[in-house]
């Protein structure tokens, strides 16, 4: 069973919080994926009430 020793987790610390090696060179960071749709609807949302607002001011 040598061989699963390096694959265990160190004791005391959870999985998340170990520290790889060097990283997966085939992922990609967090941010650049698709934008949920949640969130396209808000900002859709939110730039039809500035218009709405552009257009009390404005006469």
Do not use: T
Request: net charge negative; no cysteine; aromatic share 2%.
């Amino acid at each position: 069973m040598r061989g699963m020793e390096h694959k265990r987790q160190k004791p005391g610390i959870g999985r998340e919080e170990q520290v790889r090696e060097y990283p997966d060179p085939d992922r990609e960071p967090p941010e650049s994926g698709r934008p949920s749709p949640g969130r396209a609807a808000e900002e859709a949302r939110r730039l039809k009430e500035a218009e709405a607002h552009e257009h009390d001011d404005g006469q």
